[in-house]
């Protein structure tokens, strides 16, 4: 299947009328500090937690780069539910390649305004077991009215580590997707912004683990910011459904935070 899927995307496109690729350039660096609420856990009660996080997004020629880290429990607060947790730290690297420019084309067409070679990690550590995910497929660059951007990515999902179960293996398939729309512009120099991202899996093979294990797994985040110069807050609401394709615990906690941010753009 994947194969097919693979061979079926390039046949469409070398149907294409090639114009000339032109890539652009940026630079993105932000730090953040949330405050969450009702953390969705499949091994135990949804709780509370503080944490860090470093994101960057970078365009340069034919690489197209998001990655972030979150630290969590920076404040060592008891009553989190990371307090003295081994599961400190989160990681997701996402390069993608442009097919465009490797090939020196543009091969835009209809809303899609560019093809990528897309790869993606994620990563933590924990008390329940290591997560360990590598994800490749392809990848697009969308024209979608009133949106600033909208990339989405279709992947197949290999598990290295994966809390015990089903590793080692390819597991499923991946919808991922991220977006940002700028809802206003104010004289004085605030600006208020709409962005988000989601992660649909499917096909999952822990399924075959038993009744717990789900074939299908949602995460849906939506942030609205209010942003002065590099400065921001923002509120966040996050939907889960079977979280890390499990029904079990608090899998299906919807989750909430607050933030404060500090961004520049070079």
């Known amino acids: 299947m994947k194969t097919k899927f693979l061979i079926g995307a390039f046949a469409l496109l070398s149907t294409v009328s090639f114009a000339k690729y032109e890539p652009y350039n940026f630079n993105m660096l932000g730090l953040s500090i949330y405050k969450g609420h009702n953390q969705p856990d499949a091994f135990g009660a949804a709780g509370r937690d503080s944490y860090l996080e470093v994101e960057g997004a970078n ?14 429990d920076i404040f060592k607060d008891p009553k989190s539910s990371k307090y003295n947790n081994s599961e400190t730290v989160f990681v997701k690297i996402n390069p993608r390649i442009s097919i465009d420019g490797l090939i020196n084309k543009d091969l835009s067409i209809g809303p899609i ?23 490749v497929g392809l990848g697009v660059d969308l024209n979608v009215p009133k949106m600033d951007f909208f990339k989405a990515n279709l992947y197949s999902k290999y598990n290295n580590k994966n809390f015990g179960a089903h590793e ?22 605030f600006k208020l912004t709409f962005g988000g991202w989601g992660d649909y899996d499917f096909d999952l093979k822990t399924s075959e683990r038993g009744e717990n294990a789900k074939k299908t797994a949602l995460a849906l985040n939506n942030q609205v910011r209010l942003s002065y110069n590099n400065f921001g807050v923002s509120y966040t609401y996050q939907i889960n459904d079977n979280f890390t394709g499990r029904n079990q615990a608090n899998s299906d906690e919807n989750n909430h935070s607050y933030g404060v941010h500090y961004t520049i753009n070079f």
């Open 59 to 72: 365009r340069y020629k034919l690489l197209d780069l998001y990655w972030f880290l979150d630290r969590n």
């Open 113 to 135: 305004n560019e093809w990528f070679l897309s790869y993606t990690y994620k990563g933590t550590n924990g008390n329940h077991g290591r997560l360990d995910y590598h994800y």
């Open 168 to 189: 080692n293996q390819w597991d499923g398939y991946t919808v991922a997707i991220s977006y940002g729309a700028t809802i206003h512009d104010f004289q004085n120099g």
